[in-house]
């Protein structure tokens, strides 16, 4: 076995000397202030150094069944730090916030494959906390904050995940009893995903059909306990189970649950919004679709998900590709480059880091739009409901695609070692592309902006008013038909977009309308439909430039000159690739000449070419632990090969020189042929 020094690695060192901004400032802006930073590292530091956690252990060599046992183990240890924490910070929703906000970042070291607890405060929690009246919210939040019991949502079914109005659990009332009967009326009716509710919570939050004087009142929010609290066997009429090895979550422990006349009392019924008096009179929500109110929060916390998830990616590639050397670029040139000198591999990874600051600046907007709505909502206005749902969809769905697709090129640009399983990438994408589907389906979601936006479109022709984040679909009527003329400055690109989205929109708009003399709205609709998903995807670049323009423009007028550069040259990266990625749907609306493609081509190579000296102070400035980061490829140190090597001996087949296999099968095949 090789002698393995660990030092920095020179060729990362010489790359910091050449960093010309101060990292820690780039630190204080990405966690809202030096404080949070130093906040965040403690928060990182007390759960992270609990050597009980035994996080040194390779998980990935466990069995399906060890890693449910060992993720159950360290979240057991986990969660009752996290509740001591609340208490010593203060014990308010805002210091509940705070320890959430940091584990974010702070649970890829510890559950790789996923929480099987995540659902409890993720979604149950939010659950009572939204949809509860005050009697039920007094009787349940603590129960919910102290970990008395634990929860999840359970709405898919294995017929319906997408169309939540055919969901098919019935929650029957029965006046006489006062209570609900919940059942399972086909196979179809199984709930199916939902995570933690195979063999680790004891209630969830049951979607099902609400039915009372004979009559179906759509879905309605009921908790039900599905596990004894002292024997965690199920409760009487409960089927409740596993699902089964998956892509990826495997510690989620996504289940499936059945009822067979359950009773559960007038009280489960969650009526904030709907309510049933208890002779059975359903009484209808002010806002229909306020029972969907748990899919929207999380929608929104998903960008910030996003923005973990991609950092992560974005710090192992850098640093990796900053040590690796191969290939020379002049065939004669002694000394092999580091693999970041070649131009394609810059290509590969610094629009990715832009990226992460792009998507930070939308997450925490998105965030206060979402609390602002919410708040409106508690005071009975829910004008803005609609613009937040239609926001939040589509950045659900482009974030969610970039980052599957970002993790794996930035897997791809770590060679042959990015496949190796101690890269990191693999449990990167795979949570990253569980996320395309749960919370809504990508497709499905781009569908739900597109129909937002055709409705916007007909208002904007009407002349009647918009909604601020589509009043350029105001400018692209005025023009009437006119192409936008091209500027290449940051705010003349934004221009093209919006004009581009703006006519996607137009020709989907109209295609529709040619489509309806022949079909109803919702077949036109449906035919469609591949022009609506590039309408809402192209809206969403818009919502994302401009957020990052407004954010961009204020963050420079406070920070250091060097700083201030690296923030330009961020914008100016993540605009010119997107322009260039996007250059058909530009071409159709806007007054664009192969010079002005040739000139912004021109000034992609450069600015990938300054971007060479900032990317690690940027990486490093994700401020991302080793055990966050948790890659073989990534370590702040450099030593990638001895990493490599080192997590190589800890493979099973190592612990041993000969292999039982060998006497077994290879030894006897091996003599037959001598
Ligand atoms: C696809 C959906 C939105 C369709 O719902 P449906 O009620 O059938 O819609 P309609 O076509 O009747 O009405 C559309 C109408 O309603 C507006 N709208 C829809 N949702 C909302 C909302 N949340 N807030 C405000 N407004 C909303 C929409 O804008 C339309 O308005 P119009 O004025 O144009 O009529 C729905 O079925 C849906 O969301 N499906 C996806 C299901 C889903 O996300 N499931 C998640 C399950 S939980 C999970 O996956 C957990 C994962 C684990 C983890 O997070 O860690
Ligand atoms: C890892 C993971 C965790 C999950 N956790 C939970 C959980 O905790 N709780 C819970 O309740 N659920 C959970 N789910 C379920 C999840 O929310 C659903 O799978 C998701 O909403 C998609 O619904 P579906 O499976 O019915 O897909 P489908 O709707 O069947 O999608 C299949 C295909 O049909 C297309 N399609 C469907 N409808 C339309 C349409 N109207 N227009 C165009 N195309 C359409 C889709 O685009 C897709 O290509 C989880 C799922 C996963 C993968």
């Known amino acids: 076995?090789?002698?393995?020094?660990?030092?920095?690695?020179?060729?990362?060192?010489?790359?910091?000397?050449?960093?010309?901004?101060?990292?820690?400032?780039?630190?204080?802006?990405?966690?809202?202030?030096?404080?949070?930073?130093?906040?965040?590292?403690?928060?990182?530091?007390?759960?992270?150094?609990?050597?009980?956690?035994?996080?040194?252990?390779?998980?990935?060599?466990?069995?399906?069944?060890?890693?449910?046992?060992?993720?159950?183990?360290?979240?057991?240890?986990?969660?009752?730090?996290?509740?001591?924490?609340?208490?010593?910070?203060?014990?308010?929703?805002?210091?509940?916030?705070?320890?959430?906000?940091?584990?974010?970042?702070?649970?890829?070291?510890?559950?790789?494959?996923?929480?099987?607890?995540?659902?409890?405060?993720?979604?149950?929690?939010?659950?009572?906390?939204?949809?509860?009246?005050?009697?039920?919210?007094?009787?349940?939040?603590?129960?919910?904050?102290?970990?008395?019991?634990?929860?999840?949502?359970?709405?898919?079914?294995?017929?319906?995940?997408?169309?939540?109005?055919?969901?098919?659990?019935?929650?029957?009332?029965?006046?006489?009893?006062?209570?609900?009967?919940?059942?399972?009326?086909?196979?179809?009716?199984?709930?199916?995903?939902p995570g933690n509710l195979g063999h680790t919570v004891n209630h969830a939050i049951v979607m099902a059909q609400l039915y009372t004087k004979g009559e179906c009142c759509g879905i309605q929010p009921f908790i039900v306990q599905i596990r004894d609290l002292e024997t965690h066997k199920p409760m009487p009429g409960i089927t409740v189970g596993d699902i089964g090895n998956k892509v990826g979550f495997q510690t989620v422990n996504n289940g499936f649950l059945a009822f067979n006349n359950v009773r559960i009392p007038y009280k489960n019924m969650l009526m904030k919004s709907s309510k049933l008096s208890e002779d059975g009179t359903f009484i209808k929500p002010k806002n229909a679709k306020q029972n969907y109110g748990t899919m929207v929060f999380v929608r929104v916390y998903m960008i910030m998900d996003v923005v973990v998830n991609m950092s992560r990616a974005a710090t192992i590639a850098t640093r990796y590709s900053m040590v690796r050397r191969q290939s020379p670029i002049n065939p004669n040139d002694e000394v092999e480059p580091k693999i970041i000198e070649h131009m394609t591999q810059q290509y590969k990874i610094f629009p990715a880091i832009a990226k992460v600051i792009i998507y930070k600046c939308m997450a925490d907007n998105l965030r206060n739009l979402y609390q602002q709505i919410t708040l409106e909502g508690t005071k009975g206005s829910f004008e803005r409901a609609p613009e937040l749902h239609a926001l939040s969809c589509c950045l659900k769905a482009v974030c969610t695609n970039d980052a599957a697709k970002t993790t794996e090129i930035l897997r791809l640009a770590c060679g042959g070692h990015g496949f190796l399983n101690s890269s990191g990438f693999a449990d990167n994408y795979k949570n990253a592309t569980a996320a395309q589907t749960y919370e809504g389906e990508n497709t499905v979601m781009l569908l739900q902006t597109a129909r937002f936006l055709i409705k916007s479109f007909t208002k904007a022709k009407n002349g009647e008013k918009l909604t601020e984040g589509v009043f350029y679909l105001n400018d692209f009527v005025k023009r009437n038909g006119k192409r936008e003329p091209f500027d290449d400055s940051i705010r003349g690109i934004l221009r093209a977009i919006?004009?581009?989205?703006?006519?996607?929109?137009?020709?989907?708009?109209?295609?529709?309308?040619?489509?309806?003399?022949?079909?109803?709205?919702?077949?036109?609709?449906?035919?469609?439909?591949?022009?609506?998903?590039?309408?809402?995807?192209?809206?969403?670049?818009?919502?994302?430039?401009?957020?990052?323009?407004?954010?961009?423009?204020?963050?420079?007028?406070?920070?250091?000159?060097?700083?201030?550069?690296?923030?330009?040259?961020?914008?100016?990266?993540?605009?010119?690739?997107?322009?260039?990625?996007?250059?058909?749907?530009?071409?159709?609306?806007?007054d664009m000449t192969n010079a002005d493609i040739d000139k912004l081509q021109k000034r992609l190579e450069a600015v990938l070419t300054f971007f060479r000296s900032s990317a690690i102070g940027i990486v490093d400035g994700f401020d991302l632990s080793d055990a966050v980061v948790s890659s073989t490829l990534g370590t702040y140190d450099g030593n990638v090969y001895e990493n490599i090597f080192e997590a190589a001996m800890k493979s099973p087949l190592n612990q041993e020189d000969v292999n039982k296999s060998f006497h077994l099968y290879l030894k006897p095949f091996l003599k037959s042929n001598l």
């Not at 399906?64 to 979240?75: D, F, G, L, N, V």
């Not at 805002?94 to 996923?114: C, H, P, V």
């Not at 949502?153 to 019935?170: D, R, S, V, W």
């Not at 708009?509 to 449906?526: D, Y």
Request: glycine share 4%.
């Open 498 to 590: 919006q004009a581009a989205a703006a006519g996607k929109i137009s020709s989907a708009w109209k295609h529709i309308e040619e489509k309806k003399k022949f079909l109803t709205v919702e077949e036109a609709t449906n035919q469609t439909g591949i022009e609506l998903i590039r309408c809402a995807e192209l809206h969403c670049y818009v919502c994302l430039l401009q957020t990052g323009i407004e954010e961009i423009e204020q963050i420079i007028k406070n920070v250091s000159p060097a700083l201030r550069e690296v923030f330009k040259n961020v914008l100016e990266l993540y605009a010119i690739d997107n322009v260039l990625n996007m250059i058909g749907d530009i071409l159709q609306h806007v």
């Open 1 to 193: 076995m090789p002698a393995i020094s660990k030092t920095i690695n020179k060729d990362l060192k010489e790359e910091r000397d050449k960093v010309k901004f101060n990292i820690e400032e780039f630190t204080n802006w990405f966690y809202g202030g030096s404080e949070k930073v130093l906040e965040k590292r403690k928060i990182e530091n007390y759960f992270l150094s609990d050597k009980s956690l035994n996080l040194e252990t390779d998980t990935s060599y466990l069995s399906y069944k060890e890693k449910y046992e060992e993720a159950i183990r360290r979240s057991c240890i986990v969660y009752p730090k996290m509740l001591k924490l609340h208490q010593e910070l203060g014990g308010t929703e805002e210091d509940f916030r705070k320890i959430m906000d940091n584990l974010r970042y702070t649970m890829s070291a510890i559950q790789k494959e996923g929480n099987p607890f995540m659902l409890h405060f993720g979604m149950f929690t939010v659950t009572i906390m939204n949809l509860a009246n005050d009697e039920q919210l007094s009787e349940w939040l603590p129960k919910c904050v102290n970990c008395e019991i634990l929860g999840t949502y359970a709405q898919t079914e294995l017929g319906h995940g997408t169309f939540i109005k055919k969901l098919e659990t019935t929650a029957t009332y029965d006046p006489k009893t006062k209570e609900f009967v919940l059942n399972t009326p086909t196979l179809t009716a199984y709930k199916w995903w």
